[in-house]
Nanobody, 119 residues
Framework: QVQLVESGGGLVQAGGSLRLSCAASGLTYSTYNMGWFRQAPGTEREFVAAISWGGGSTVYADSVKGRFTISRDNAKNTVFLQMNMLKHEDTAVYYC????????????WGKGTLVTVSS
């Protein structure tokens, strides 16, 4: 049974930082590309950042470039999202996603962690 469990969300003031974690189990983690998405109230889920299975390639949404950093530890089956210079508009539920690098139809989602940035 595949599980992705996010943690690290919370309430932070604008300009502050948070570090999200997503721990994966039940899959061959090192063969999955990992990503972070977010969904604010009343909006659709949007892409935030992604990292390749080996960690050598990353991509970011324009809205978070220069402020957020995605990384992974394949020994611990965990992906991280370091969020700095947080803005009120970063408030959302943040979701972790695992995409198989060998089968584009295979993907898993976590249940999310809430990030609230007070202005």
């Amino acid at each position: 049974q595949v599980q992705l469990v996010e943690s690290g969300g919370g309430l932070v003031q604008a300009g502050g930082s948070l570090r999200l974690s997503c721990a994966a189990s039940g899959l061959t983690y090192s063969t999955y590309n990992m990503g972070w998405f977010r969904q604010a109230p009343g909006t659709e889920r949007e892409f935030v950042a992604a990292i390749s299975w080996g960690g050598g390639s990353t991509v970011y949404a324009d809205s978070v470039k220069g402020r957020f950093t995605i990384s992974r530890d394949n020994a611990k089956n965990t992906v991280f999202l370091q969020m700095n210079m947080l803005k009120h508009e970063d408030t959302a539920v943040y979701y972790c996603k695992a995409d198989s690098s060998s089968d584009y139809l295979t993907a898993y989602w976590g249940k999310g962690t809430l990030v609230t940035v007070s202005s």
